[in-house]
C-alpha cells in the first residue's frame, strides 16, 4: 500500500475510490501564507487528525472520539439512554504517562489511548474489510462494535481539498452502516443487532486553518420503508472544489450540494434547520442531548458541541423523494483554535 503525499511533497486533490494509503504529513512540502517553505517541526506542529466512531439506535446513543496535535491529545466517549434519560460521558487530555498510539492510516491499524480511566481503541483490519471501536469504562460502561462493508460498489467517501493558503484536508467517511457487538451497561448485555442500530466513522488528517470551524449533520438510521440512511453534511472545512456532502442509500452514495445550517447561538439545543443548494436536503433536527467542551484560554481554546437527536424532513432525489420522521443522527458546532 502507497503513501499520500507524492514524492516532490504534493497531495492529490479530489475524490479517490481506492484506498489512500498512509498519511505521511512528515514528507509534504509545507509553506506559509508567503510561499516559504516550514522546517519539520511547523510540520509536526501544525498537523490535524481526529477519529470518530458512534452509532445511534431504538435505545441508545454513542459516540467517541480521539484528536490528535502537537499541543494535545485528547479522548471523549458518551453513551445516552433515550428511554431512561440517562448519559454517561467521560473525556480527558492524555498525560506524558498516558497510552497514546496512533495510526495515520484510514484503512489499517489501531489507535489506543488510555487515560482518567478509560481505554479506548479504535483497530481496522483490512483483510476482513471490518474497523472497530473498543471503550472501557472505569466502573462503567464496556462497548465493543464493529462496521464490516460489505458493499460490491465504492461507497466510502474519501475526499481532500485544499485548506487555507498551503493547507489541505483529507477526509474519510460511512454514515448508514450495519453494526455488530455488544454493549454492557450496569450489569445488561445489549446486543447492537437486536437494537436496531446504526453506524458512522470520521477519519480526518491534514493540515487544517489555525483556527477551524465547522457546522456538520450526520444521520444514520432507517427511514420507515426499511431503508437504510446515511447522510454527511458540512460547511466550513472541505467546500475548495471538491465536497464532503453526500447521502447513502442502501449503501449507494449520492452526492449533494453545499450546506446550510441555521441554528440559535444563544441555545445550540433549541431545534436546527439543515438544508443543501441544490433543493434536495430540507431538514428539521430536534436535539435530545449533548456533548460540549468549552475553553477560551489555555493552548487549545475551542467551543465544541455534538447533539444528538432526531431528524425530520424530505430529501428530494431525481426519481425518488425520501420522507424523515424522527430519524436518529448528530449534530455539531464546532470552533478550534489547534496551534498557535
Known amino acids: 500500500m502507497g503513501k499520500f503525499v507524492r514524492a516532490d511533497g504534493s497531495v492529490p486533490y479530489g475524490h479517490f475510490q481506492q484506498e489512500i494509503g498512509e498519511i505521511n504529513f ?4 509545507l509553506r506559509d501564507p508567503f510561499r516559504r517553505k516550514l522546517p519539520a517541526s511547523e510540520k509536526e506542529r501544525r498537523f490535524v487528525h481526529f477519529h470518530f466512531m458512534g452509532f445511534t439506535s431504538d435505545r441508545f446513543i454513542a459516540g467517541c472520539s480521539l484528536s490528535y496535535t502537537s499541543v494535545q491529545k485528547t479522548v471523549f466517549f458518551y453513551l445516552f439512554d433515550r428511554e431512561t434519560g440517562k448519559m454517561i460521558k467521560n473525556g480527558c487530555r492524555i498525560g506524558q504517562n498516558d497510552l497514546c498510539e496512533i495510526s495515520l492510516n484510514p484503512d489499517n491499524g489501531t489507535s489506543q489511548i488510555s487515560g482518567n480511566g478509560m481505554d479506548v481503541a479504535f ?7 471490518t474497523r472497530s471501536l473498543e471503550v472501557i469504562i472505569e466502573n462503567g460502561p464496556t462497548l465493543s462494535f464493529d462496521i464490516q462493508n460489505k458493499s460490491a460498489q465504492p461507497n466510502t467517501l474519501r475526499v481532500c481539498t485544499p485548506t487555507g493558503p498551503n493547507g489541505w484536508t483529507y ?10 457487538g455488544t454493549l454492557q451497561m450496569d450489569g445488561v448485555s445489549y446486543n447492537l443487532s437486536s437494537l436496531n442500530a446504526s453506524a458512522h466513522y470520521d477519519f480526518t488528517a491534514g493540515f487544517l486553518r489555525q483556527d477551524t470551524f465547522w457546522n456538520w449533520a450526520c444521520i444514520t438510521g432507517f427511514d420507515e420503508g ?12 472541505n467546500e475548495t472544489g471538491h465536497s464532503e456532502n453526500v447521502l447513502w442509500i442502501n449503501g449507494e452514495m449520492i452526492p449533494l450540494g453545499q450546506a446550510e445550517f441555521s441554528y440559535n447561538l444563544d441555545n445550540l439545543k433549541e431545534n436546527w434547520k439543515i438544508s443543501t443548494n441544490d433543493n434536495r436536503v430540507n431538514l428539521n433536527f430536534a436535539c435530545e ?3 460540549t467542551a468549552y475553553a477560551t484560554e489555555g493552548s487549545a481554546p475551542c467551543d465544541f458541541s455534538q447533539l444528538f437527536g432526531i431528524f425530520s424532513g424530505e430529501i428530494s432525489l431525481p426519481n425518488n423523494k425520501i420522507t424523515l420522521t424522527a430519524i436518529p443522527g448528530f449534530c455539531e458546532r464546532q470552533y478550534a ?3 498557535s
Open 171 to 180: 477526509c474519510q467517511k460511512i454514515a448508514g452502516a450495519e453494526p455488530t
Open 123 to 129: 483497530k481496522i483490519i483490512p483483510e476482513i474489510n
Open 289 to 291: 442531548g449533548l456533548y
Open 26 to 29: 512528515e514528507e509534504f512540502a
Open 337 to 339: 483554535l489547534w496551534w
Open 226 to 237: 426499511g431503508n437504510h440512511i446515511g447522510l454527511n453534511l458540512s460547511n466550513g472545512v
